[in-house]
């Protein structure tokens, strides 16, 4: 199965090295999901846990990323980017085929 999301370049860079330096287990993967839905609309989650019976498990970027199947069309295209600027830094959820605001 084809994973439904994509991560750049500098996110892999930064997933890799959490995992390489904030002692996360050996048999937990990166999970990736959605929450809410709410008037907020929909917010994008990322962590670290084990594999659970309804979770679709892929390798991505040589990480092993879960993603529920529930959350599966969600996240379909969705790109996983890392933003570093002055004021903040973190990671980003990226739906190439939703047009920019200064791309209208």
Do not use: W
């Not at 084809?2 to 287990?25: G, L, Q, R, S, Y």
């Not at 959605?34 to 498990?57: E, H, I, N, W």
């Amino acid at each position: 199965m084809i994973a439904p999301i994509t991560i750049t370049e500098k996110a892999e860079f930064e997933i890799k090295n959490i995992i390489a330096n904030k002692n996360i287990p050996q048999d937990y993967f990166l999970r990736v999901g959605v929450k809410g839905g709410g008037c907020g609309g929909m917010s994008y989650a990322l962590g670290f846990d084990k594999p659970k019976t309804d979770d679709q498990q892929f390798e991505i970027a040589g990480i092993q990323v879960l993603i529920e199947k529930k959350h599966f069309m969600f996240l379909l295209g969705m790109q996983i980017d890392f933003f570093e600027g002055d004021e903040a830094r973190g990671f980003t959820f990226i739906n190439p085929d939703v047009p920019k605001r200064h791309d209208l």
